[in-house]
T-cell receptor, first 113, second 114 residues
Framework: GNSVTQMEGPVTLSEEAFLTINCTYT??????LFWYVQYPGEGLQLLLK?????DKGSNKGFEATYRKETTSFHLEKGSVQVSDSAVYFC????????????FGDGTTLTVKP | DTGVSQDPRHKITKRGQNVTFRCDPI?????LYWYRQTLGQGPEFLTY????????KSRLLSDRFSAERPKGSFSTLEIQRTEQGDSAMYLC????????????FGEGSRLTVL
């Protein structure tokens, strides 16, 4: 079956530091890949997505590239802010059944001023 | 657009009682999903609807769980004879008809079974 493995957290960084959160996946076929973010007290919301190999998703300064050869979708940001403190979830969805997503366990990011 | 709303936000119940959660999706979305999330874990798929039709149920959804979406708008998730292991956050999400995979989540309904 499908699975998503995320870098274990929590991750604590100083403001303006570089962020990487690793994500690898196992899937049959050609899934779409997503990063969702959950800010304190809020629901999960889509941060970025990529639907095919070598696609780069980007939003709010965050980027992730769909690497089929390494089955990875690592999240990066060049300079984090305190407001980026949240829980980040990597997810995949099956081709043809897009809403049935498989999520990683989440990585908690805390950014200190 | 008011987003996906869930009610109640928090429910505390005693073991053996029945509970029901409601989800109102984004109005133009025809797909509606239920997920369950326990502490420290990611959301796990439970079931989904396209309009009023329930198209798939996870093996996680025991016979004590039932979900409905009678008119293709709001949905309810009922848990009968609750057990302590049912304590979790129940998440509802909706999506457009196109197969984009992007989910719009509500804030969740937290269930605590004593």
């Amino acid at each position: 079956g499908n699975s998503v493995t995320q870098m274990e957290g929590p991750v604590t960084l100083s403001e303006e530091a570089f962020l990487t959160i690793n994500c690898t996946y196992t899937a049959t076929g050609y899934p779409s890949l997503f990063w969702y973010v959950q800010y304190p007290g809020e629901g999960l919301q889509l941060l970025l997505k990529a639907t095919k190999a070598d696609d780069k998703g980007s939003n709010k300064g965050f980027e992730a590239t769909y690497r089929k050869e390494t089955t990875s979708f690592h999240l990066e940001k060049g300079s984090v802010q305190v407001s980026d403190s949240a829980v980040y979830f990597c997810a995949l969805s099956e081709t043809g059944n897009a809403g049935k997503s498989t999520f990683g366990d989440g990585t908690t990011l805390t950014v200190k001023p | 657009d008011t987003g996906v709303s869930q009610d109640p936000r928090h429910k505390i119940t005693k073991r053996g009682q029945n509970v029901t959660f409601r989800c109102d999706p984004i109005s133009e979305h025809n797909r509606l999903y239920w997920y369950r999330q326990t502490l420290g874990q990611g959301p796990e798929f439970l079931t989904y609807f396209q309009n009023e039709a329930q198209l798939e149920k996870s093996r996680l959804l025991s016979d004590r769980f039932s979900a409905e979406r009678p008119k293709g708008s709001f949905s309810t998730l009922e848990i009968q004879r609750t057990e302590q292991g049912d304590s979790a956050m129940y998440l509802c999400a909706s999506s457009q008809g196109a197969d984009t995979g992007e989910l719009f989540f509500g804030e969740g309904s937290r269930l605590t079974v004593l």
